[in-house]
T-cell receptor, first 114, second 113 residues
């Protein structure tokens, strides 16, 4: 069965600083990989996704993520964080074949301080 | 934004009562999902549907049932609500499983007292 680990429950960064949120997955083959963001009281919005090809993917709001097969990781990065980036971030995986829905990590809450 | 409407958005109910949550989509997507979100657990799949009258269980399906009689509607029923089912419930849709991303509704906050 697939699983997703987000090691950091809560991260605090200063506005303007860089950000990296970690995601590791367990799956026998290369899965489809996603990052979602959830603002308080809202649903989830897709930031970016990886299916195949270039391992560095660009998303919305200036986010990017890099797929590293050797490390089973799909870390999310942003070079300069804005106060509006404060939210909860979820990594998710899906099988690249078959009939299985998304499996989510437990999330990382990002706080941004001035 | 994808056309997904969840109703009600908030509900308080008593232990032992039946509760039905509705998810309505206007995107004509084939796949629909119900997740629950709890602190420290992220989102966990309850049930999903891959077509009208075609459903399957997820990770945390005990105590829940679903029905999908039309493409646009996916109902989640708690036959006899318990306090452990207090949660935020999210509906999601996708067009082709595992090939496109899932789009999420705004959520329903359910409190069982």
């Amino acid at each position: 069965a697939q699983s997703v680990t987000q090691p950091d429950i809560h991260i605090t960064v200063s506005e303007g600083a860089s950000l990296e949120l970690r995601c590791n997955y367990s799956y026998g083959a290369t899965p489809y990989l996603f990052w979602y963001v959830q603002s308080p009281g809202q649903g989830l919005q897709l930031l970016l996704k990886y299916f195949s090809g270039d391992t560095l993917v660009q998303g919305i709001k200036g986010f990017e993520a890099e797929f590293k097969r050797s490390q089973s990781s799909f870390n999310l990065r942003k070079p300069s964080v804005h106060w509006s980036d404060a939210a909860e971030y979820f990594c998710a995986v899906a099988q690249n074949s078959g009939n299985t829905p998304l499996v989510f990590g437990k999330g990382t809450r990002l706080s941004v301080i001035a | 934004d994808a056309g997904i409407t969840q109703s009600p958005r908030h509900k308080v109910t008593e232990t032992g009562t039946p509760v039905t949550l509705r998810c309505h989509q206007t995107e004509n997507h084939r796949y629909m999902y119900w997740y629950r979100q709890d602190p420290g657990h992220g989102l966990r799949l309850i049930h999903y549907s891959y077509g009208v009258k075609d459903t399957d269980k997820g990770e945390v399906s005990d105590g829940y049932s679903v029905s999908r009689s039309k493409t646009e509607d996916f109902l989640l029923t708690l036959e006899s609500a318990t306090s452990s089912q207090t949660s935020v419930y999210f509906c999601a849709i996708s067009d082709l499983l595992a090939y496109t991303e899932a789009f999420f509704g705004q959520g329903t906050r359910l409190t069982v007292v």
